[in-house]
DNA sequence: AAAAATCTTGACTGGTTGGTCAAGTCTGTT
DNA sequence: AACAGACTTGACCAACCAGTCAAGATTTTT
């Protein structure tokens, strides 16, 4: 049974741990840091998790399932137009509303995916196929441009998540804007010119 | 006077710690590591860098010069589309060659640009800015599609650094092939089709 | 109110890390 | 060969780090 101190002293240091471990990486990160930002003691955060390592696997955990989502809800019956740019749409929306998530999975892949590996090979290969082969079919049928599916996915990626990693750059170029301001319409633009059909010859 | 010997070493060594700071960060990394990548003892490297922190400097500013020559070398009196398509192509070129460089400079990023937060608040924004007022007024011209021209930077670089921040992602995902398979094509076709003009009406 | 369960922390430990140093080895010059 | 300067390293140190623990404070249950 969890009681409510519980509920909240777990919650405080799962998000001050997103905080340090999304700057720092694993490595770099400490225990007195994490601690520190979540305003309790190092013991305490021992006392609700059994180790460093514990709290870094379930921040992971919990980024797997909102990971995957966005391309998971792409809809094969769909319009295929709008199946791609609901995508982009949604993966921009999450680059805006979790930004440290974002940050935290661009770590784990900069060192080489040491604890997402399994995951990555495994669960989102085989939704990324699935999906590729999707809008290979749809290409093929002339409804979108022929595209290389996987290019036009990790094309996706980049550009949504840009905007959340490179936040610190994108702020200091801009002087403080917010980094999104008009990256929505951009890239809506992009993604619908790279993807409309030629016109059919008749 | 620098010997023959120093020569080699400090080589060794900046290989060395570009290896190890790219995938664990400043923090992450340790002067053990990157002694023993480099094949020397620790107090054999301090004997050439000063301390850890002198290393990283040296590998940033090596950084420095070569991160802003592509977009530099874009010529105002060129042709507006080969201009940026070269662009393109050359900050590519450099995702090829430079991997560990463009994951040295994500980690940087991703933690807040602490290191070189004034280099890209003055140096790499004044080049931007530039920049971005020369594509304005290419766009004004007619000889470009109307686009945000920072997000048309932004854009290109999250399509092509993320080749080489994200390889490991992509290695898995595409079972070993090499991630940049078949990409210079798919950007050519993305960025082509992004800023090519629609014809004027008469 | 008192007992039980939960929560909190100061003081500690063993291992790691950045960095020092004195003593030794190697290399180039005469 | 012998000397000077350059190079290398084992042994060491203080600061930091993840994690432990016993003792006390707080909350919940009876």
Redesign the interface.
């Known amino acids: 049974m969890t009681t409510r101190i519980q509920k909240r002293n777990r919650k405080r240091i799962l998000d001050a741990a997103l905080e340090v471990f999304?700057?720092?990486?694993?490595?770099?990160?400490t225990l007195d840091q994490i601690a520190a930002e979540a305003g309790l003691s190092k013991p305490n955060l021992l006392y609700y998790f059994d180790n460093k390592e514990a709290i870094h696997r379930l921040l992971m955990e919990d980024l797997l399932a909102s990971w995957l989502e966005p391309l998971r809800a792409m809809n094969p019956q769909g319009e295929p137009r709008d199946e791609i740019m609901g995508y982009m749409r949604r993966k921009l929306q999450m680059s805006r509303a979790f930004p440290r998530e974002s940050?935290l999975f661009?770590?784990e892949?900069?060192?080489?995916?040491p604890r997402l590996?399994d995951f990555?090979?495994r669960d989102?290969?085989m939704l990324?196929?699935d999906r590729a082969a999707l809008i290979a079919r749809w290409s093929r049928e002339g409804r979108l441009a022929p595209?290389?599916p996987?290019?036009?996915i990790?094309?996706i990626?980049?550009?949504t998540?840009?905007?959340a990693?490179?936040d610190?750059?994108?702020r200091?170029?801009?002087?403080g804007t917010d980094p999104l301001d008009?990256?929505e319409?951009?890239?809506e633009?992009?993604f619908e010119?790279?993807i409309a059909p030629e016109p059919r010859a008749p």
């Open positions: 999304s700057a720092q990486g694993f490595r770099g990160a940050r661009a770590n892949i900069l060192q080489g995916a590996g990555i090979a989102l290969r990324v196929d595209v290389d996987y290019h036009l990790f094309s990626w980049a550009l998540q840009h905007y990693d490179f610190a750059q994108i200091l170029i801009r002087d008009g990256a319409p951009f890239l633009r992009l010119r790279l």
